[in-house]
């Protein structure tokens, strides 16, 4: 008998011959599928390796800028206590004077290099208390210090009051001086707020100490102090000459304010003078400031 053909018209072998094309397709296909995935995890690994050595890299860069920090901060640290060492109480000293004259106007710096009694500079009788009068003479005339003799002492707690009110109204640091012995006063001055005292008298000018009991050893400087008196024509420039032979202080009993007046004319537009004041004020101004040390 002959065999039957399948209805379909396609013979076994042409149905084996497609499977076979279709199966290698599909093969194909997978492994393209497969070349795709590993190109895939490649480029993401390797970006990932690239990410992970960028990040060590930077890490790396991070601890050297990090040590590098750490050791310029321990040079600057070293330099601070080099520095801290180094700074000596002159250093502190120094500063200070420099606070105290900076921003300070001519004027003022010549009548810092005066010293005189309350009377002078108020105009009252006998000064027995430091009030606005007093506020506004060291205002108009801020000198460098006053002179107390012993008819401005009534009492410890007034001479003392008198002292204290004097420096509150003062817009720069005063000297306070008894010239005069008073039987009402303790043998220690500081104590009311005198800080320096004469010594060592001559004809015309001697020489200030400050007091032991406020400075003690600090200090064995002195300011040499010219007395000037006379007619208030000739004060400034009797002044002028006796600053310009080594004075650094000016005692005017009478007559102050024409002895400033005198002095400033004196010294004004005259570069080389001005520099002087600075250098006197400057001597001064260590000797005021040691008792704040």
Not at 106 to 121: I, Q, S, Y
Request: charged share 25%.
């Amino acid at each position: 008998m002959a065999k039957k053909k399948k209805k379909s018209g396609v013979s076994s072998r042409e149905l084996r011959r497609q499977r076979r094309i279709r199966n290698q397709i599909l093969s194909y296909i997978t492994l393209g599928i497969l070349i795709l995935g590993i190109a895939a995890g490649i480029f993401f690994a390797g970006r990932f390796i690239t990410g992970w050595i960028s990040d060590k890299r930077h890490e790396k860069e991070l601890e050297k800028e990090m040590a590098a920090m750490a050791e310029e901060g321990q040079d600057e640290t070293e330099e601070a206590i080099e520095e801290v060492d180094t700074y000596t109480e002159e250093d502190l000293l120094t500063e200070m004077v420099d606070a105290s004259i900076a921003g300070m106007p001519l004027e003022d710096r010549v009548a810092g290099l005066f010293l005189t009694t309350p009377e002078a500079l108020t105009g009252v009788d006998v000064a027995l208390k430091a009030g606005e009068s007093t506020k506004a003479a060291l205002a108009e005339l801020p000198v460098g210090g006053m002179v107390y003799a012993a008819s401005n002492v009534q009492s410890q707690e007034q001479f003392s009051q008198m002292l204290m009110d004097t420096i509150s109204r003062s817009k720069y640091q005063l000297f306070l001086i008894l010239d005069e012995e008073s039987e009402m006063l303790s043998e220690d001055l500081s104590t009311y707020g005198i800080n320096m005292e004469f010594a060592d008298k001559g004809e015309g000018t001697f020489r200030t100490v400050t007091l032991p009991s406020l400075l003690g050893d600090r200090t064995e400087e002195g300011l040499v102090t010219a007395m000037v008196s006379g007619e208030e024509e000739t004060l400034g420039a009797a002044c002028l000459e006796a600053w310009q032979n080594g004075a650094d202080l000016l005692y005017v009993q009478e007559g102050v304010k024409a002895a400033y007046e005198g002095m400033l004319a004196g010294i004004q537009g005259n570069p080389e003078l001005e520099a002087k004041v600075q250098e006197s004020l400057e001597a001064i101004y260590r000797i005021k400031c040691c008792s704040t040390l």
